[in-house]
């Protein structure tokens, strides 16, 4: 049975990145699957819990992406640009697209709201403990981490909306500019971190 939801989840991920968050119905997710709208209805509930649990689906798989990524760092610079690699419109992450149309929908729907928080969160605790693991370790320099770890989620934030909705930047200049960014925050070159 778990399989299924598992099956339920990846499949209401992909009609989701292709038609959005709002636009969703069950009965799209059903017919992708060949399955009758109870099935899902069965495993949800609603169509509210089903779009919050595949939004967290798709942003979990992101975040362990993100985890393995720093896992495989040998150092503190070498997480850190593996971190900025892996995360984000510009490495492997997918859930971005659904991630920018929950923001528009958190401002009514407390599920996606406290979804989208607890993922923010976790991206800033990895963040912020590779910045402290640099810190400690002599290879950054970061009198504040809290307030590096905020300006950077924001800038990353902002930036995928012009690179993803607006298309005003490219993802090479994301790039580079989130590298200058984090470089600065954290005293380092930024070819270190390209």
């Not at 979990?60 to 992406?65: G, S």
Request: charged fraction near 30%.
């Amino acid at each position: 049975m778990e399989l299924r939801r598992d099956e339920i989840l990846a499949s209401t991920t992909e009609t989701v990145d292709r038609i959005g968050l709002e636009a969703t119905r069950v009965t799209d997710v059903a017919k992708a699957l060949n399955v009758s709208p109870a099935l899902i209805f069965y495993h949800f509930g609603t169509k509210d819990t089903l779009v919050a649990e595949a939004f967290a689906y798709a942003v979990e798989r992101d975040l362990a992406r993100l985890d393995q990524a720093t896992t495989a760092g040998t150092d503190p610079v070498d997480k850190l640009r593996r971190a900025l690699r892996s995360y984000g419109p510009t490495g492997p992450a997918k859930g971005w697209r659904i991630w920018i149309d929950a923001w528009a929908l958190a401002q009514r729907e407390p599920g996606i709201r406290k979804v989208l928080r607890r993922m923010e969160d976790r991206w800033c605790v990895v963040l912020h403990a590779i910045i402290e693991e640099g810190v400690a370790a002599g290879a950054f320099t970061c009198p504040d981490p809290d307030d590096a770890v905020a300006r950077v989620s924001a800038l990353i934030d902002g930036l995928s909306v012009a690179a993803l909705v607006y298309r005003t930047v490219s993802r090479a200049e994301l790039r580079c500019w989130v590298a200058e960014t984090v470089a600065r925050e954290v005293g380092i070159d930024e070819s270190e971190l390209i």
